[in-house]
């Protein structure tokens, strides 16, 4: 792309847009220039535009998306039949397995969910078509990123924050790259208590008629109801049975 085809100023608004999330629903100009690194004057002009044309309230002091923002998110949905494709699989899988069962892409360091099957709820935020999760330490995130040349797995970790979420997660760079060769080689990912303290998953990818991964899929289990160390032998042969059916719808 050439220097001159970059458009700033629109760029520098869905950076503000991004700085809003499941705990940040509400920014003052600010804290939304702490978040994005941009300066108050660019921020300002960025949610007052915002204001101006639907997609955000202001009170005078904070700002607040509006579901009119959802409109972002519903063209990406509308415009690729994946999650359409992929919902009636995982309602039928979350049925067999008794559990939440999810599918996602990669979105630079994050898992973006596409789709979901609830049965119950097993972690402490709500998760929804459009939910985000860090993918280093996420079942679904380690598929997807064992599924990359070993170069840009490395440049998406050199990217992400490393963060312990609990005593159980995986932050060396070298452990991570080494997972990730596993889940190569196996074909799946188990999470036992990485992202958060009583849920386990596992995830398989999801590939194409030409064997192209496009995304994956997960069953998550509370901990106390399954050990990480069960989950392959309890859960693996649904999710294959899964996967080999997409693998013949997705073309």
Do not use: W
């Not at 192209?212 to 649904?238: F, H, K």
């Amino acid at each position: 792309m050439r220097e001159t085809d970059f458009v700033s100023g629109f760029a520098k608004g869905l950076k503000t847009i991004e700085a809003f999330g499941e705990t940040r629903q509400k920014l003052s100009i600010a804290e939304a220039s702490k978040l994005t690194g941009l300066d108050r004057a660019t921020v300002r002009r960025s949610l007052l535009t915002l204001a101006e044309l639907g997609y955000a309230d202001y009170d005078g002091k904070f700002f607040t998306l509006t579901p009119k923002i959802l409109r972002l998110g519903h063209a990406y949905l509308a415009a690729t039949p994946l999650p359409t494709i992929i919902q009636p699989y995982l309602d039928q899988l979350a049925e067999r397995a008794g559990h939440n069962a999810s599918a996602s892409v990669l979105d630079g360091t994050e898992v973006v969910y596409i789709a979901r099957a609830s049965q119950r709820r097993v972690m402490s935020i709500n998760l929804t078509p459009g939910s985000r999760l860090p993918a280093y330490c996420a079942s679904m995130g380690r598929v997807l990123l064992s599924a990359l040349p070993e170069n840009e797995a490395r440049a998406v970790l050199a990217r992400t924050e490393l963060r312990a979420n609990t005593p159980y997660t995986k932050t060396d760079p070298e452990e991570l790259m080494a997972e990730f060769r596993r889940v190569r080689d196996e074909g799946y990912a188990v999470i036992d208590q990485e992202l958060e303290i009583g849920l386990c998953s596992i995830a398989v990818p999801v590939t194409n008629d030409r064997g192209q991964t496009v995304a994956a899929i997960n069953i998550g289990a509370p901990a106390a109801y399954v050990v990480a160390a069960d989950l392959a032998e309890r859960y693996l042969p649904l999710l294959r049975e899964t996967q080999a059916m997409l693998r013949q719808v997705l073309r």
